[in-house]
């Protein structure tokens, strides 16, 4: 089955730094990425969505300048924490969509420590 | 905006024993995602149907598009099994893609 990565799966930085987590596509095309945020014991939550080539959708409420998001092809799309703080401690999944179906596909998670 | 209910929160099994985990969702949808959460955090996608019933090995999904409901179902389960499984939509406000999530159900089969 289709896989997706994600890279790191655990990063620990100190705030005010800048954190850049990448989606990949293994073995198809994504048209589409999704990034998504999960508190521990919370449901994950859509921050923005990404298509290869344009800007991505952010949803309301998730700043735009702080997590910037990049999808310069159509199997790589990097979520980026800028100045982070220790409130974005979370764990940050990626999802594709593509590959002819219509089932999203999950990375792994990185799981973001801002001390 | 849909909203996306699972019940139990919480559900202990003894090994063997058949599971039932519900989710009930509260306007139209094209497709709803059954998906487990395994405790390091990743995430697999079980099913994904709009009708009917779906099976895989020892696990079947069926859905109830007129009630907006559905249902997964694990016949023997095994500790193996323990996990989170989260109800997700997607279809709903114009976007065939966006998922809307519930809160999960944690599911812990005992030996």
């Known amino acids: 089955g289709a896989v997706v990565s994600q890279h790191p799966s655990w990063v620990i930085c100190k705030s005010g730094t800048s954190v850049k987590i990448e989606c990949r596509s293994l073995d198809f095309q994504a048209t589409t990425m999704f990034w998504y945020r999960q508190f521990p014991k919370q449901s994950l939550m859509l921050m923005a969505t990404s298509n290869e080539g344009s800007k991505a959708t952010y949803e309301q409420g998730v700043e735009k300048d702080k997590f910037l998001i990049n999808h310069a092809s159509l199997t790589l799309s990097t979520l980026t924490v800028t100045s982070a703080h220790p409130e974005d401690s979370s764990f940050y999944i990626c999802?594709?969509?593509?590959?002819?179906?219509?089932?999203?596909?999950f990375g792994p998670g990185t799981r973001l420590t801002v001390l | 905006k849909n909203e996306v209910e699972q019940s139990p929160q919480n559900l202990t099994a003894q090994e063997g024993e058949f599971i039932t985990i519900n989710c009930s969702y509260s306007?139209?949808?094209?497709?709803l995602h059954w998906l487990q959460q395994h405790p390091g955090g990743g995430i697999v996608s079980l099913f994904m149907?709009?009708?009917g019933k779906k099976k895989h090995g020892r696990l079947i999904a069926t859905i109830n598009i007129q009630e907006k409901h559905s249902s997964l179902h694990i016949t023997a389960s095994h500790p193996r099994d323990s996990a989170v499984y989260i109800c997700?939509?997607?279809?709903?406000?114009?976007?065939?893609?966006?998922?809307?999530f519930g809160k999960g159900t944690l599911l812990t089969v005992n030996p």
């Open positions: 306007v139209g949808i094209s497709a």
């Open positions: 999802s594709a969509e593509g590959g002819g179906t219509d089932t999203q596909y």
């Open positions: 997700a939509v997607s279809g709903s406000g114009g976007s065939n893609y966006k998922l809307t």
């Open positions: 149907l709009s009708s």
